[in-house]
């Protein structure tokens, strides 16, 4: 039989390209598991043979998905309840997937906070509160910052390096066209793009760099997605608006992000970091 490891050239055999995506026996954290992209990543890192810790601060939410996963995926997944802007949470979530799986290979640091009331979170800037600013900030860089902190931590005791991936935004990455939401609405509020969700995935994604650099001597490597904007509860004018911005002329769909983790996570891209991939349609490259 043939080795499936390097040849001396540097080069693999077929059954390890084969293998590149292959996730069997590695185990990993998604925060904000039980959200619209947040389901997408669980199923597929699944399906790709990984253990997952669902991690979401909607307890109903997230024991109702894994139960719904459980008959295909049995003891590969489990829920864990996490507050990402509480410390002590984050820390009890990494100890319960230690516990639960016996290590951690891999995180998805998706989880986001979108304003509860829309009357504060789609304000002016010039209105915008720093109250709501602080909120949202707690979530979506605090909150990415502490589980990064966490996991990054049992990763470098562990010895064995990971895989981190953050998700950022074009809106982290670019700025928003303000054209594209006259008139657009979301579950009937009118909307736009807040500045403080733009300095929050800005911050993700420096914080992305700055940490691959800084772990790249522990073989932690961490790379960021930028999704472009996701068909959810938006009405129609604002998804035409929108896709007419964009080159391949429609939103994602969730499931869409999916084959973007996976090869940030697994072996297809080990010498991949430092990086924030723009998952868009082409958005960008206008």
Known sequence: MMSSGPQDDGSLTSDAYRRLFDLSGRVGIVTGGAGIIGKELVHGLLAHGAHVAVADKDAGASDAFVSSLTPEFDERVIAVTTDVADPSSVTAMVSTTVRHFGKIDFLLNNAALF??????????FEDYSLEEWR???AVDLDGVFLVAREVGKRMVAQGTGGSIVQT???????????????????????INNPAV???????VVGLTRWLATYWADKQIRVNAIAPGGTMAHENDVFMRRYSNRVPMGRMARSSEMVGAVLYLVSDASSYVTGQCLMVDGGLSAW
């Open 135 to 137: 909120r949202i900030m």
């Open 168 to 190: 950022a935004s074009i809106y982290g990455v670019m700025a928003s066209d303000p054209r594209i939401y006259e008139g657009s609405t979301f579950k009937g509020y009118a």
């Open 197 to 203: 969700y733009s300095a929050a995935k800005a911050g």
């Open 115 to 124: 304003g509860t009331n829309p009357k504060e979170y789609y304000a002016t």
